[in-house]
């Protein structure tokens, strides 16, 4: 596997996803090690399992993770106090593209925040990063079927948000 190639191909889009998750800072680390740790675990890869995009997004998945904590710090103060946080404008407008960002970016940071990590990594990478659930279900070890089911659910769930405060 060629790496320069690799990450010709995807650092751009991978980087885009997590500077909406994280931030544009932490992006650009998050995307350095995520090359890394695929270089360092390039035996990790199994085409077989799936495409090499859900493989650096599972790695990218797995290291946000790190960073968990302090998504949700962000997200609580959006919502507690209406704060425009750049992080939680960005996921109002694209999980939710139908909602007023004025009027409902607290409900939306505070309905994403109470979500647990595992749904709100589902969420985010079809929403913000554009992956198919396939490819989403693959980086988080889900099977396809599992990952439709629980994404229609949380979307499901989120329209209720919407529905409620509307």
């Known amino acids: 596997m060629m790496f320069a190639e690799l990450f010709d191909e995807h650092a751009g889009a991978l980087h885009r996803y997590l500077a909406r998750r994280v931030g544009v800072d932490v992006a650009d680390d998050l995307v350095s090690e995520t090359f890394l740790t695929a270089m360092r675990s390039e035996d990790g890869y199994d085409p ?9 997004y599972g790695i990218a998945t797995n290291l946000l ?15 507690r106090y209406g704060v425009d946080l750049g992080v939680a404008e960005s996921l109002e407008s694209t999980v939710v593209s139908r909602i007023d960002a004025r009027s409902h970016l607290r409900l939306i940071a505070g309905a994403l925040a109470r979500l647990s990590e595992a ?17 989403a279900a693959q980086a988080l070890g889900l099977n396809a079927a599992t990952a439709r089911s629980r994404l229609h659910r949380l979307r499901t769930k989120l329209k209720e948000v919407e529905l409620r405060h509307a």
Do not use: I
């Open 119 to 135: 749904d709100r990594d589902l969420v985010l990478l079809v929403s913000l990063a554009g992956l198919e659930v396939q490819e």
């Open 65 to 79: 993770r790190g960073h968990a904590k302090r998504e949700v710090r962000l997200l609580k103060t959006a919502e």
């Open 48 to 56: 077989d399992r799936g495409s090499v995009v859900g493989w650096l």
